[in-house]
């Protein structure tokens, strides 16, 4: 499941999700809240595989993933000169200790269950409208 919202020239999300109801979701609700470019990702390979070449302004990206976890992805692309200083929202229904486990910050970080408010909130705190 890969599909893109095709915004004016907005800046691009790349929204990585397994959950083909979350993602809908997500993906129906950034596109009515902002003039966004969206594009989703419902594999960890693949994303790991495309991201780095799409141009994302920022990630949101969900920890469990199927074929590479969130928490791999997440430091793949912080390594990686074309995504290390991109922001990425990390979506997780775990513990502090198990991202600090995994190697993760709870810098930009949205625990499940949230209000899409606060996504959206973040997103325009990160993505101001030019």
């Known amino acids: 499941m890969a599909f893109e919202h095709k915004a004016s020239n907005g800046k691009l999300i790349a929204i990585v999700e397994d959950d ?9 609700m950034l596109g009515r809240a902002g003039s966004w470019r969206l594009h989703v990702f419902s594999d960890g390979q693949d994303a790991k595989a495309r991201l780095p070449e799409l ?3 920022l990630i949101l990206l969900d920890v469990g993933l199927p074929n590479l976890d969130g928490a791999s992805l997440y430091k793949i692309l912080r390594g990686h000169s074309n995504t ?16 600090h486990r995994m190697g993760l910050q709870a810098g930009l970080l949205l625990r499940k269950p949230f209000h899409m408010e606060e996504l ?11």
């Not at 083909?20 to 129906?28: E, K, P, T």
């Not at 959206?120 to 030019?130: D, G, S, Y």
């Open 120 to 130: 959206v909130r973040m997103i325009q705190a990160l993505l101001p409208e030019e």
């Open 20 to 28: 083909a109801n979350m993602a809908v979701l997500f993906h129906d």
């Open 84 to 99: 290390k200083n991109t922001p990425i929202i990390v979506i997780t229904g775990r513990y502090d200790w198990e991202l």
């Open 55 to 57: 141009g994302a302004d």
